[in-house]
Each structure stands twice: as C-alpha cells, then as structure tokens.
C-alpha cells in the first residue's frame, strides 16, 4: 500500500524534526551549565574575603564575549593568549559560574554541594557565603573592569545605557578596547590573528565614540543565529501538523474514491447477467 507507507514516513519526519528542534531548544537553553555536574565536588570554605570585583558585571562582560566573538574565534580555530584579558582563565568567577546548574526558571542547583535555590541571587549568595576559595581575585582577574570596552550596559537588558554621552569616557573605553584588540590578537601572530585584530575593532570598538554613526556588535553574534533556529522551529512546529493532516486527509478521500470504484464495479457486474 503506497498511500499507507507515505503516511507513514511523512508521520517519521514530522517526528524527526520536533526532535531536533526540542534538542536545539534545550541546547539554547542550558548552554554551557550542562556538563558542569560531573566535575568534582570541592571543599566549601566558610571565611569570607571581600571581593571588589561585580559579579554581575563580570557576568555581562562575559555574555558579550561569548555571544558576540567566541563564535567568530570558533571559526578562526584561534585561542587567546594568555596575557589576553578576555581569557575565561582571567575571570575570577568562571569556575563559579560553570557550577551553576540551572534546570527551569524557578531551579538552580549549586554544582558543588547540589543545594537548590529558587533564583539565581540566592545561588550567588551561597557561592560567596560557602565556596568563596574558588575565586582567586589575583591581579586582572576581574573581567567587569572590561565593561567600559564590551558594552556591558547594553548586554544588563533592565538597564538602559545612558543617554549622554562623555567624550572622554568614550575616548578611555575606546583606548581601552584598543589595548584589549592588541594583547588579545597580536597582528604579527598569523592570518587569523590579525583578521580578529581588525574584527574585534569593528565589532567592539569602533562604537565608542559620541560622533555616533557606529553601534556596537556590527557583525552579529550567537544569539542572532539561536534566534534564527528558534524560528525556524517554531514555524516547523506549525506546518508540520498542517502537513500531516492534509496527508492523512488526502489518503481518506484516496481510499473512499477506490471504494466507491469498486461498489460501482461490482453494480456493473451484477447488472451483466439481466
Ligand atoms: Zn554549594
């Protein structure tokens, strides 16, 4: 029955693809907290150090670069040099931030001693009262002092960035960003090298200025394409029910148009004899 295996194999695809659209969701979703509970578990350590160094800002700091130049590195196959600022290795909380385990909007699970939280704050909160070991806030660790260079404000979505601008802060963050562009991508260490070099100054860079004209990220980043996936999904997820319905619907008229030919057949027959 040709009618019956192509039901079912349009059935499988349908299947197939809000699979994978599930997958790439929940991939969007977790992202890199994922392989985070399998690491050790370390000794908590109640003495608590003061720490100058925001972690929210850090953490914004550290959205831009992964969204808005890690994936364009991932293509370059580069990584950072060590003395790079921007090196995860010189963010005082990363290892703290790898250990958070978030399962839906109102669960988060330290990664070290497994205690759930309703909210990310309170999860902070324990990782400074309990594992504050773990951050090392040695010289240049603490990635919000970039913020001026990586347009943080823009990334803390409920703050808005200010509206007048100073041209000698703008004049500091771009000379700043400028340093970041010459550790980070030194132009007499190869091809890749100086094509990030010139990359990081367009899509960092060249917007700190108040001529305006430039904004910052230029040429896009992770999220776009998440976004993009998004959907394209979501566009599957209604067409393809849409699709499938109108193949089973196809295949009831198919079947009552065969059944119809042979009744009318079978009346033929029967009339042959008289
Ligand atoms: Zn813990």
Not at 42 to 64: D, G, Y
Not at 169 to 193: M, T
Not at 220 to 240: D, Q, S
Request: positive net charge.
């Amino acid at each position: 029955m040709p009618g019956r295996e192509d039901g079912r194999s349009a059935y499988l695809v349908a299947i197939l693809l809000s699979a994978s659209c599930l997958f790439v969701v929940a991939r969007s979703h977790q992202g890199f907290h994922d392989a985070v509970g399998s690491r050790n578990l370390l000794k908590s350590n109640e003495h608590t150090h003061q720490v100058h160094c925001s972690r929210e800002r850090s953490r914004a700091a550290w959205k831009a670069i992964d969204e808005y130049l890690m994936p364009f590195m991932e293509k370059e196959k580069y990584e950072f040099p060590s003395k790079c600022r921007l090196c995860p290795d010189n963010d005082m909380f990363r290892e703290q931030e790898q250990h958070k385990i978030h399962f839906d909007i109102s669960e988060w699970r330290c990664g070290f001693c497994k205690k759930a939280f309703r909210a990310e704050k309170f999860l902070d909160q324990h990782f400074e009262n309990r594992h504050n070991n773990l951050v090392d806030d040695g010289h240049g660790r603490c990635l919000a002092d970039l913020c001026g260079a990586l347009h943080c404000d823009l990334m803390l979505e409920f703050k808005k960035p200010k509206t007048k601008c100073s041209a000698a802060v703008a004049a500091r963050n771009h000379h700043l960003c400028e340093s970041l562009a010459d550790s980070c991508f030194p132009i007499n260490q190869g091809h890749s090298a100086s094509r990030l070099h010139e990359f990081f100054l367009r899509q960092f860079c060249d917007a700190h200025t108040c001529r305006g004209g430039s904004k910052p990220f230029p040429k896009g980043g992770r999220k776009e394409t998440n976004r993009f996936y998004l959907a394209l999904c979501a566009l599957l997820a209604v067409l393809l029910p849409l699709f499938y319905l109108i193949v089973f619907l196809h295949q009831r008229e198919l079947k009552k148009g065969s059944q119809n030919v042979r009744r009318i057949s079978k009346i033929g027959h029967k009339k042959k004899p008289t």
